[in-house]
C-alpha cells in the first residue's frame, strides 16, 4: 500500500510554475550548476513519482518538485536535474534529497551485461527560508568496500538576492515568494503605513519591471500574468488573516483570480478555439470526400450523422461546406 505526499500551497505555486512555463527552470539550472543554457534549451520532463519501500511493509509515494532533462546545441550530452523548492528548514533533507536521486539514477540505468551505471542528477533546494547555520550547500559521501565518492546539493537561498539580482538573472520563478524576504517585518507594515510603504513600493517595482520583460520579449504576457497571480496565492496563505491591511494593498495590486489566472483562461479558450478550427476542417475535408462519391446533400448528410462523432453535427453546417465547393 502506498502513503502519499502532502504538498504545501507553496509546493503548489512552485509546480504550477513550472507545469505552465518550465523555461522558467533553466535560469536555476543556470545559477546553481554554472551553466550557460540558452532559455531555448529544451527541457524533457522527467517521471516526478518516487515509490519507497519501508521496513513495513508499505511502499510510500513521493512527489519530486521538477525532475527533467536539459538538451542544448551547446552540449553534446543530456544531463538530468532535479529541483526540490523548500519553505522551511529541513534536517531531513539530506535523506530525502539522496532517496529521491538514487531513485532519479536508477531509472536512468545503464546495464551493458557486466556493470551497472547510474548516473545521479544534478539536484538543487530552493531554499524560501534559510539561516545563518545553513552552508551553502549538502554534501552526500557514498563509502564502498574500496573507494569513497562525494557529490554536492548546492542550494539557492531567497533571502540572498535583491530584485535587481533576481531580474538580472533571470530567476523570474522565485518572484512569487518575495514576500518571504519581508517575513520578520510584516508585523511593523501592519502597523504602521509608512513603513508598509516600502514594501508596497518593491511590488510595484515588480510590476513595473516583469511588464519591461514582456515588452522586451524576455517574458511572455501568459507567463507575466502567471508569475502575478502565483505572487496572490503565496500572499494569501503566508499572511492570511494576521497581516488583512498588508494582504489587501499586495493582492490589490497584484490583481487577479488565484490559480485560475486570467491568462490560463485565455491560453485554455485559444487551445479550444484551435481544437474547433481542427474539428471544422475535418468536417469540410469529409464534407469534399463524401461529394466525390454522392451527388446529393441528403445522401452526404445522413453519411455523415451515422458516424457517432459526427451524430449532433447540424444540417446547416454540413450545407456551409457543401455548396462552397
Not at 551553466?35 to 519501500?53: G, H, P, Q, T, V
Not at 531567497?158 to 522565485?174: A, S
Request: aromatic content about 10%.
Amino acid at each position: 500500500m502506498a502513503k502519499l505526499q502532502e504538498n504545501t500551497p507553496y509546493d503548489d505555486v512552485f509546480k504550477t510554475q513550472k507545469i505552465e512555463s518550465p523555461k522558467l527552470l533553466i535560469p536555476v539550472i543556470n545559477e546553481a550548476f554554472h551553466k550557460n543554457y540558452s532559455e531555448n534549451a529544451e527541457i524533457i520532463k522527467l517521471e516526478d513519482e518516487i515509490f519507497l519501500r519501508k521496513q513495513d511493509g508499505y511502499e510510500e509515494k513521493r512527489i519530486t518538485d521538477a525532475v527533467m532533462k536539459v538538451r542544448d546545441n551547446q552540449e553534446s550530452v543530456e544531463r538530468s536535474y532535479h529541483i526540490e523548492c523548500q519553505s522551511t528548514k529541513d534536517t531531513s533533507i539530506s535523506i530525502r534529497m539522496y532517496e529521491y536521486d538514487s531513485q532519479i539514477a536508477l531509472k536512468d540505468r545503464e546495464w551493458d551485461g557486466k556493470k551497472l551505471k547510474v548516473k545521479f542528477p544534478y539536484s538543487t533546494i530552493i531554499y524560501l527560508r534559510s539561516d545563518d547555520t545553513m552552508g551553502e550547500d549538502i554534501r552526500i559521501t557514498l563509502n564502498t568496500s574500496e573507494d569513497e565518492a562525494e557529490y554536492q546539493i548546492p542550494l539557492i537561498k531567497l533571502k540572498n538576492y535583491t530584485l535587481d539580482m533576481i531580474f538580472e538573472k533571470h530567476l523570474f520563478i522565485l518572484l512569487p515568494f518575495w514576500i518571504f524576504t519581508y517575513e520578520d517585518r510584516l508585523k511593523a507594515y501592519e502597523e504602521n503605513d509608512n513603513q508598509r510603504k516600502e514594501l508596497t513600493d518593491d511590488f510595484r517595482i515588480i510590476i513595473r519591471r516583469l511588464q519591461e520583460n514582456c515588452e522586451k520579449g524576455t517574458l511572455d504576457e501568459y507567463t507575466k500574468c502567471m508569475i502575478m497571480d502565483m505572487s496572490k496565492k503565496v500572499v494569501r496563505n503566508l499572511l492570511g488573516d494576521k497581516f488583512p491591511k498588508v494582504r489587501r494593498e499586495v493582492e490589490t495590486m497584484m490583481g487577479g483570480k488565484v490559480l485560475d489566472f486570467e491568462a490560463k483562461r485565455i491560453k485554455d479558450e485559444g487551445r479550444e478555439e484551435g481544437r474547433e478550427e481542427a474539428r471544422k476542417e475535418e468536417l469540410h475535408s469529409l464534407v469534399n470526400i463524401l461529394s466525390t462519391i454522392f451527388s446529393d446533400f441528403e445522401t452526404i448528410y445522413s453519411k455523415i450523422i451515422s458516424e457517432k462523432k459526427y451524430q449532433n453535427v447540424t444540417r446547416e453546417q454540413v450545407e456551409k461546406y457543401y455548396y462552397a465547393k
